[in-house]
C-alpha cells in the first residue's frame, strides 16, 4: 500500500470539529458521547461483573474511537 500525501494528511492530521452549518461535526461526536455512555450503563445494568462484561465495554470503547474517527474525518483539516 502506498499513501499519497493527501492520504497521509486526512488520516493523520487535525481534524478540527465544526460547530455550525449542515455538516458540523460537534453536535455528533456530542450525540455520540451521550449513547455510548447510555449503552455503558445498560451494560452494566445486565451484565453481572465478569470478564465478559469487561471485554465488552472495552470493545464498546474501541466502537465509540472509530465512531468518532468516522465523524472527525468530514471535519476540514487545520
Same mark, same amino acid.
Given at each position: +500500500? &502506498?499513501?499519497?500525501?493527501?492520504?497521509? !494528511?486526512?488520516?493523520?492530521?487535525?481534524?478540527? =470539529?465544526t460547530? !455550525?452549518?449542515?455538516?458540523?461535526? *460537534?453536535?455528533?461526536? *456530542?450525540?455520540?458521547?451521550?449513547?455510548? @455512555?447510555?449503552?455503558?450503563?445498560?451494560?452494566?445494568?445486565?451484565?453481572?461483573? &465478569?470478564?465478559?462484561?469487561?471485554?465488552?465495554?472495552?470493545?464498546?470503547?474501541? =466502537? &465509540? +474511537?472509530? =465512531?468518532? @474517527? =468516522?465523524?472527525?474525518?468530514?471535519?476540514?483539516l !487545520?
Amino acid at each position: +500500500m &502506498s499513501l499519497n500525501q493527501h492520504e497521509i !494528511e486526512e488520516r493523520f492530521g487535525f481534524h478540527k =470539529a465544526t460547530i !455550525e452549518g449542515a455538516n458540523a461535526t *460537534a453536535p455528533r461526536h *456530542a450525540d455520540l458521547r451521550q449513547r455510548f @455512555k447510555e449503552f455503558a450503563q445498560y451494560l452494566d445494568d445486565v451484565c453481572p461483573d &465478569s470478564r465478559y462484561l469487561s471485554l465488552a465495554l472495552t470493545e464498546l470503547e474501541n =466502537a &465509540s +474511537m472509530w =465512531a468518532h @474517527k =468516522a465523524v472527525a474525518q468530514d471535519a476540514p483539516l !487545520e
